[in-house]
Nanobody, 122 residues
């Protein structure tokens, strides 16, 4: 079984910072792309950032310059450093990963974490 577990969410003031973590565990041979998505009440889930196994990154325009995605391949963990948090940032943040679980399987499968809540309030 493969699981993704997010942590680090909480309540911060506008302009504050928060770092999210997502650890993958279980049957893992390799991890390709990992990413973060978010969903606010009444809105569609949207892409925040992605990072490849070679550390190539992409960001949504709304978070460029404020958020930074990174990963630790030894720990099978992806991080999202969030700085200068704004009123539009509160949401449930979800971890996503494309994982190849077995050596005999030539393709990866997509997995989702259960999410961690980020709240921005003064």
């Amino acid at each position: 079984q493969v699981q993704l577990v997010e942590s680090g969410g909480g309540l911060v003031q506008p302009g504050g910072s928060l770092r999210l973590s997502c650890a993958a565990s279980g049957s893992i041979f390799s991890i390709n792309v990992m990413g973060w998505y978010r969903q606010a009440p009444g809105k569609e889930r949207e892409l925040v950032a992605t990072i490849t196994s070679g550390s190539t990154t992409t960001y949504a325009d709304s978070v460029k310059g404020r958020f930074t995605i990174s990963r630790d391949n030894v720990k099978n963990t992806v991080y999202l450093q969030m700085n200068s948090l704004k009123p539009e940032d509160p949401a449930v943040y979800y971890c996503n990963a494309d994982i190849r679980p077995f050596t005999w399987q030539s393709y990866g499968m997509n997995y989702w974490g259960k999410g961690t809540l980020v709240t921005v309030s003064s």
